[in-house]
Nanobody, 128 residues
């Protein structure tokens, strides 16, 4: 099985920055994409960004464009989400995600990709 572990969350002031990391381990066939979702209290989980593995193409939600950058370090099996110019509206639990499996219970779409394997999440709080 594949395991996704997020890190890098924390408390930051508006206008600040954070870099989230998603470490990927376990047995899996080449994924199609690694993505980031977020969920604020009382709100639906929403896609933020993903990177395709085969061609490194990227997708950004409108709320992330111009502020967030997703990247991948294949040697470290790690995907990063660099978040700049953070706003209070960015406060949420951020989840790393990848391809679904036949056992996936929760499936979500973002852009043209489907995700169904999830990390445990890391809290991002943007507040003064």
């Amino acid at each position: 099985h594949v395991q996704l572990v997020e890190s890098g969350g924390g408390l930051v002031q508006p206008g600040g920055c954070l870099r989230l990391s998603c470490e990927i381990s376990g047995n899996f066939r080449d994924p199609y994409a690694i993505g980031w979702f977020r969920q604020a209290p009382g709100k639906e989980r929403e896609g933020v960004s993903y990177i395709s593995i085969n061609d490194s193409s990227t997708y950004y939600a409108e709320s992330a464009k111009g502020r967030f950058t997703i990247s991948r370090d294949s040697a470290k099996n790690t995907v990063y989400l660099q978040m700049n110019s953070l706003k209070a509206e960015d406060t949420a639990v951020y989840y790393c995600a990848t391809d679904p499996t036949p056992n996936s219970l929760t499936v979500a779409t973002m852009g043209s990709r489907i995700f169904g394997t999830w990390g445990q999440g890391t809290q991002v709080t943007v507040s003064s």
